[in-house]
């Protein structure tokens, strides 16, 4: 009977110390999981401001105020870059497409870097191609929407 008692306690203490440990790596295991979800709602966080700033245009001061057609006819002939054809694109946005023929490489950098420091326009599709005739010079096809 002695026996009995004296195993039945040593289950009940064995039991004890298995509950005690399994609790405490429980709670610290809580612990580390509310710690790593803290840290993914910061990451979170900084997911979601960074899709909002990507989103954001730069501010910037050079903006157009009027019409997308006069604005490029204006700077081809600021550039000294003569317009071989344009006309409006239809659509919800205003937008143009342009074609300069027999262009040096050069002339064709200036008139994009010109429209890319606006920014309130973007070039939707550009296709610059090689004359044969030539070799020097090339055409240059955009696309330019007013945001």
Do not use: C, W
């Not at 026996?3 to 306690?9: E, G, R």
Request: aromatic content about 10%; glycine content about 2%.
């Amino acid at each position: 009977m002695i026996k009995k008692i004296i195993i039945l306690f040593a289950v009940i203490f064995s039991l004890l110390v298995f509950y005690i440990s399994f609790k405490q790596h429980m709670d610290k295991l809580l612990s580390e999981r509310d710690d790593l979800s803290k840290k993914y709602e910061k990451v979170y966080v900084l997911v979601e401001t960074y899709k909002l700033l990507s989103k954001t245009e730069t501010v910037s001061d050079n903006k157009i105020t009027a019409g997308l057609l006069s604005y490029i006819q204006d700077t081809s002939n600021k550039l000294n870059i003569k317009i071989t054809s344009i006309k409006p694109i239809p659509g919800d946005t205003e937008k143009i497409s342009v074609v300069y023929q027999k262009i040096s490489f050069n002339s064709s950098l200036s008139i994009v870097n010109t429209i890319n420091s606006v920014s309130n326009i973007k070039i939707v599709n550009f296709s610059l191609t090689k004359r044969y005739d030539d070799q020097d010079y090339m055409n240059l096809d955009l696309q330019v929407e007013k945001l």
